[in-house]
């Protein structure tokens, strides 16, 4: 890893103390906390992720997947999504992610555009190299 200046350091380790601060992002780490110690759950987010995993890999590989394998794994699914303590790992997952999205953003404009982005400048924008542009 590049040595940032101590400056820049010095702000990185401000915003993450704000960020570990901020309660609604406490409230996400502890259900992912929650999510840990729960056996249940972390099984029933495993065998999801191994079903997904598999029927994607199935549909890469240009197989068709059968009525019966994917109802199996939409019923695994909902059975998950329905479990609280799963639902609140995966909406702190999907939080903890677009945070950092957001925050990568904005540090990648400020780079593009050589002082501190505007709204408007992070409008529309997904990244550079994405195609839409």
Same mark, same amino acid.
């Given at each position: 890893?590049?040595? $940032?200046?101590?400056? !820049?350091?010095?702000?990185? *380790?401000?915003?993450?103390?704000? !960020?570990?601060? @901020?309660?609604?992002? *406490?409230?996400?780490? $502890? ?5 840990? !110690?729960?056996?249940?759950?972390? #099984? ?10 598999? $029927? ?12 019966? @394998? ?23 997952? *999907? ?5 950092? @999205? ?17 709204? #408007?400048?992070? @409008?529309?924008?997904?990244? #550079? ?5």
């Amino acid at each position: 890893m590049t040595t $940032l200046p101590p400056t !820049i350091q010095a702000k990185l *380790e401000d915003l993450c103390r704000t !960020i570990l601060t @901020e309660p609604h992002l *406490e409230a996400m780490r $502890l259900q992912v906390d929650q999510f840990m !110690i729960n056996d249940e759950a972390r #099984s029933q987010y495993a065998k999801v992720s191994e079903q997904g995993e598999h $029927l994607h890999h199935k549909q890469m590989q240009g197989v068709q997947l059968g009525d019966e @394998e994917v109802s199996v794994f939409e019923k695994e699914r909902d059975s998950l999504l329905k479990n609280p303590v799963a639902r609140g790992f995966l909406d702190a997952q *999907e939080t903890f992610q677009s945070l950092q @999205e957001s925050v990568n953003k904005f540090v990648t404009k400020t780079l593009e555009l050589g002082r501190v982005p505007q709204a #408007s400048d992070l @409008e529309g924008s997904c990244g #550079s190299g994405c195609g839409c542009h």
